[in-house]
Structures are given as structure tokens and as C-alpha cells.
């Protein structure tokens, strides 16, 4: 099969695999993470523009948070689905070995990534996980968890291991601190670090204005005006 042929019939099949997803892994996630991850791709080279389309529609495919905690469902679903088109073996393999290592799991767990393709894809998804857009993400997230939007009994707690982080049952503010403001210092690619450095000012700006309308900072009791 034409990889063209290929991609779109990839397409079609994540997109009915991820529909009414209301997560924030839906299918827009996965267009979106797509479209910057070819982005960052034309300011690095070279690179195989097939494994990034592959990878980058693929990644979220059957996620451990979803698949009652399987780190490797992912790669798995992606696997026999690729095989299942006839992709060459060996970019089944590159495929799958990002797909297995693309998600954050904790804020001390070293990042396996090794490919720069895999690397691109990375970066394009964790984009998403910042800005307005990470913001709008979290908070979707932590109701689909339950989680409480803030908590101030509890602290935010730095994970060192993939276990803690899968259980850890903090509130949604605490996610920022124990990941999404970390991840502009992870980045893979220059373009990505420049990306993540306005986003991630953003979403120190609403943080600050969220603590100062929690404590009522911008309320006043009397007007004058
Ligand atoms: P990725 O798609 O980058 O692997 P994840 O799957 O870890 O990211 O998370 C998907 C989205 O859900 C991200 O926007 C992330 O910030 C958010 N998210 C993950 N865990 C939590 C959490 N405990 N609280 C709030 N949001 C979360
Ligand atoms: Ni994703």
C-alpha cells in the first residue's frame, strides 16, 4: 500500500478508536500534536516524515491512564494495527518504540526516547499538555478523576517512580507543579523549548491570577467607584 493511503487509513481508524473520548485525548488532541509535530519536523533534519505521521496519530491509542494501567497496551494496539497495513517492518518497529515511550510518568522517571523522530513527537505532545490549551486539558483530566481543582492541605509531590505518579490522587493545581511547569526544561528540540517558553508563561500568569482570586485578593468590600 502507498503510504499516503496508508496514513489516511490511519487516520480513520483513530479517529473512530478515539471518538467521544472527553478527556482531552480526543481525536482534535491527536490532529493537533499531527500538525506541530511536522511543524518542529521541517526545523529539524532530516527526518522520516512517514514515521512522524504514524507515530504521532498512533500515540494515545489505547493509553496506559485508560487501559487499566498497561504502560504497553499502547504499543501494542499500534503494532497490530500496523501490521495489519502491511507497513514495513522496520518502521513498525520505530513506530512502536515511540508510541511505548512518548507519555510523561513522572516527574524523576528518565525519558526514554531515543530517535529524533520520536523525540519531534514528544515535544508536539507535550505542547498540548501547556497553554491555554494544557490548561483547558488538566482541568477536563482532573474531572473525568474527580480530583479536586485545588487543594491547599496538600502540597504538590515530585514522583520518582512511574507507580507513584499512575496513583497519586493530588488535586489538578498540583499537576502543574508536578508536571506541566516542568516540561518546558524537557524539551527535545529548539523549536519546542521556544514554544513551551511562552506557553508555559501563560499558564504561570493564570496560576498567579487562580491564587489571587482564591484568597479573594481581587475582591473588594466597599466600592468607591
Ligand atoms: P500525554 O498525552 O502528553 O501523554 P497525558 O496522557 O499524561 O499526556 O495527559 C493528557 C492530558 O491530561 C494532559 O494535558 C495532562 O496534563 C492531563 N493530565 C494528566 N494527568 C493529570 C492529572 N493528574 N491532573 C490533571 N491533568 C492531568
Ligand atoms: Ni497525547
Redesign the pocket.
Known amino acids: 500500500m502507498h503510504h499516503d493511503s496508508i496514513v489516511r487509513k490511519t487516520e480513520a481508524f483513530v479517529k473512530e478508536q478515539l471518538s467521544g473520548d472527553s478527556?482531552?485525548?480526543d481525536w482534535w488532541?491527536i490532529q493537533r500534536?499531527l500538525k506541530t509535530a511536522l511543524s518542529i519536523a521541517e526545523q529539524e533534519s532530516p527526518v522520516d516524515l512517514f514515521v512522524i505521521r504514524l507515530a504521532a496519530l498512533l500515540?494515545?491509542i489505547g493509553?496506559w491512564?485508560f487501559s487499566g494501567g498497561d504502560e504497553m497496551a499502547a504499543a501494542r494496539q499500534a503494532h497490530s494495527w500496523l501490521v495489519g497495513v502491511a507497513v514495513e517492518e522496520g518502521t513498525v518497529e520505530q513506530v512502536c518504540e515511540i508510541v511505548a515511550n512518548?507519555?510523561?510518568k513522572g516527574a524523576g522517571v528518565k525519558n526514554m526516547m531515543k530517535s529524533l523522530e520520536g523525540k519531534i513527537v514528544q515535544d508536539a505532545?507535550?505542547l498540548?499538555?501547556l497553554g491555554a490549551i494544557?490548561i483547558a486539558?488538566?482541568?477536563?483530566?482532573?474531572g473525568f478523576?474527580g480530583?479536586a481543582l485545588h487543594d491547599p492541605s496538600t502540597g504538590p509531590q515530585y514522583h520518582s517512580s512511574f507507580e507513584e505518579y499512575k496513583n497519586?490522587g493530588?488535586s489538578?493545581i498540583?499537576?502543574f507543579h508536578?508536571?506541566?511547569l516542568l516540561l518546558e526544561d524537557q524539551m527535545n528540540t529548539a523549536a519546542g523549548r521556544r514554544i513551551a517558553k511562552t506557553r508555559t508563561e501563560f499558564m504561570e500568569t493564570f496560576l498567579s491570577r487562580f491564587h489571587l482570586e482564591w484568597h479573594g485578593g481581587d475582591v473588594r468590600l466597599t466600592t468607591d467607584d
Open positions: 478527556t482531552g485525548h488532541h500534536v500515540h494515545d493509553d491512564k512518548v507519555s510523561f505532545d507535550r498540548d499538555a494544557g486539558r488538566a482541568f477536563s483530566y482532573g478523576k480530583q497519586s493530588g489538578t498540583n499537576h508536578e508536571k506541566l
